[in-house]
Nanobody
Framework: VQLQASGGGLVQAGDSLRLSCAAS????????MAWFRQAPGKEREFVAA????????YYADSVKGRFTISRDNANKMMYLQMNSLKPEDTAVYYCAAAAPGRNSIVAVTSVGYESWGQGTQVTVSS
């Protein structure tokens, strides 16, 4: 699967952004997907994940209630709606897709994902 993330930008605290991830390759309904982020000087961390049919979602505690992950398998798209953004949300955001045969459980760590997008920068000013 090839992934292309977009939608990042510079916003103020409290604003909203919607990230998009366009996929190509395998049929979208065959793989789980997720968003991760990496801030300067920090390790990549899990943000949200969604099962291959979109029936189950998982969120990091730090974004629960503010971020919403969704997908449109017909158009091979995944989204991350980010509301009430905080300066600590500043990071490069990456979308990811799970490898074949690793989709029975939705992973919340990076080792569960095989394909990665190039990342999109989100900067939240205070």
């Amino acid at each position: 699967v090839q992934l292309q993330a977009s939608g990042g930008g510079l916003v103020q605290a409290g604003d909203s952004l919607r990230l998009s991830c366009a996929a190509s390759g395998r049929t979208a309904s065959t793989y789980n997907m997720a968003w991760f982020r990496q801030a300067p000087g920090k390790e990549r961390e899990f943000v949200a994940a969604i099962s291959r049919l979109g029936l189950t979602t998982y969120y990091a505690d730090s974004v629960k209630g503010r971020f919403t992950i969704s997908r449109d398998n017909a158009n091979k798209m995944m989204y991350l709606q980010m509301n009430s953004l905080k300066p600590e949300d500043t990071a490069v955001y990456y979308c990811a897709a799970a490898a074949p045969g690793r989709n029975s459980i939705v992973a919340v760590t990076s080792v569960g994902y095989e394909s990665w997008g190039q990342g999109t920068q989100v900067t939240v000013s205070s």
